[in-house]
């Protein structure tokens, strides 16, 4: 069984689009997270969301608006696709209640291309 | 604030040979430390972290990292390089904070040549 799993694996799309990626979680886990991997291969947290309420919220275009059905789901939704979208986007998920320094577990990613 | 340095862009080791891969932090309060591993077009695998208790801390796939207070260092090392252990590493430091909260560094990328 996939502990995190994202869908799609690879978006491509046209500027201006918008779109979406889906992330899921069977760990029971209470915290989810988005991080953007650029061309460089640098990792940076994006958002998180704990128990569905939004913790982290970085310095993100607001073309960007993660959302949390539950506590399982965390999706990404983006507005207005730029050239500069263009990345690795992976899902992550943690504990948090319960214990301290507990290890995220990452999702396979979604590597979105726009034209 | 709160940062990672990983000083090396890349590290090439022969088969066999032990290998290290240098992480540095900066943290205000007790560290957090965590390495991971990420494999080509693949998500990041957990790895091992520091959290309190033994300097030297054990992993998956025979990796282990000494957490060294003084240096404010998180070095991985492994005793014999394998070929399959060319990947990406990345040192991660939680922030301070009820979040969880990573920061990484910038990723070491790792060759092993036969």
């Known amino acids: 069984d996939t502990a995190v799993s994202q869908t799609p694996k690879y978006l491509v799309t046209q500027m201006g689009n918008d779109k979406s990626i889906k992330c899921e979680q069977n760990?029971?886990?209470?915290?989810m997270y988005w991080y953007k991997q650029d061309s460089k291969k640098f990792l940076k947290i994006m958002f998180s969301?704990?128990?569905?309420?939004?913790?982290i919220n970085e310095t993100v275009p607001n073309r960007f608006s993660p959302k949390s059905p539950d506590k399982a789901h965390l999706n990404l939704h983006i507005n207005s696709l730029e050239l500069g979208d263009s990345a690795v986007y992976f899902c992550?998920?943690?504990?948090?209640?319960?214990?301290?320094?507990?290890?995220?577990?990452f999702g396979p990613g979604t590597r979105l291309t726009v034209l | 604030a709160q940062s990672v340095a990983q000083p090396e862009d890349q590290v090439n080791v022969a088969e066999g040979n032990p290998l290290t891969v240098k992480c540095t932090y900066s943290?205000?309060?007790?560290?957090?430390l965590f390495w991971y591993v990420q494999y080509p077009n693949r998500g990041l695998q957990f790895l091992l972290k520091?959290?309190?208790?033994?300097?030297l801390v054990k992993g998956s796939y025979g990796f282990e990292a000494e957490f060294n207070k003084s240096q404010t260092s998180f070095h991985l090392k492994k005793p014999s390089a394998l070929v399959s252990d060319s990947a990406l590493y990345f040192c991660?430091?939680?922030?301070?904070?009820?979040?969880?909260?990573?920061?990484f560094g910038a990723g070491t990328r790792l060759a092993v040549h036969p």
């Open positions: 992550a998920s943690s504990q948090i209640a319960g214990g301290v320094g507990n290890e995220q577990f």
């Open positions: 760990l029971g886990h209470d915290t």
């Open positions: 969301y704990n128990n569905k309420e939004l913790i």
């Open positions: 520091y959290i309190t208790g033994d300097n």
């Open positions: 943290v205000s309060g007790n560290p957090y």
């Open positions: 991660a430091v939680r922030e301070t904070g009820g979040y969880n909260k990573l920061i």
